[in-house]
């Protein structure tokens, strides 16, 4: 992937200019979030935040769980590449990488749960990218000769751990070492 892709929101390609409005509007999102949480988040709020007009911010993003996905796929898109390794232990550091991107902050964490399982196509093409690349660094970290239903297995595991996460059974940190454990008893 291009890191003009990177800095492209679903919705277009970017000059440089655009790119840095979509950056602001993704940094203010995150500090909307810290100060309101996702209930109290609008895309109005996010654009004076980040000093453009409201309408510059739809012209990006369709919604807030628009906006929220793609925080949460460019913390995604940021991870350093994989190179192939065939190593499983390398498969559950992957996962637990991934599941620690928003741990530390939980206004996030739960807003991007919330986002993600929005049904705006936007968010849809999203969900698609993020679930891609998550299976592209499973498949590097496990190899080329990975078995396909230890990768399903490991992306089911990834999958509900986030929606115990996002339902407020466990922390995020928690999900991690959950995670772990479970990818662990996976590819042995």
């Known amino acids: 992937m ?20 979509v950056r602001r509007l993704t940094d203010a999102a995150v500090e909307e979030l810290r100060e309101r949480g996702f209930d109290g988040l609008t895309v109005r709020n996010v ?24 925080v949460f796929w460019r913390r995604l898109s ?15 550091s992957v ?3 991934i599941a620690l991107l928003v741990a530390d902050e939980p206004r996030l964490a739960a807003a991007c749960t ?11 093409e999203l969900r698609l990218r993020i679930g891609l690349t998550i299976r592209r660094r499973l498949r590097a970290a496990l190899g080329p000769e990975a078995d396909r239903k230890v ?28 995670l772990a454990e479970v990818a662990e008893l996976i590819v042995r």
């Open 114 to 124: 919330a986002a993600l399982l929005g049904d705006d196509p936007d968010v849809q």
């Open 151 to 178: 990768l399903n297995a490991l992306e089911m595991a990834y999958a509900g751990a986030l929606v115990q996460a996002g339902m407020g059974h466990i922390s995020y940190h928690e999900t991690a070492d959950r």
């Open 2 to 21: 291009s890191n003009n892709a990177l800095t492209e929101p679903t919705r277009r390609r970017l000059t440089h200019r655009q790119a840095d409005t």
């Open 47 to 70: 654009a004076r935040r980040a000093g453009v007009a409201p309408a510059t911010a739809y012209t990006y993003f369709s919604s807030k769980n628009h906006l929220v996905a793609e």
């Open 78 to 92: 940021a991870l350093p590449p994989l190179r192939p390794a065939g190593d499983p232990v390398q498969a559950v």
């Open 95 to 97: 996962l637990r990488e």
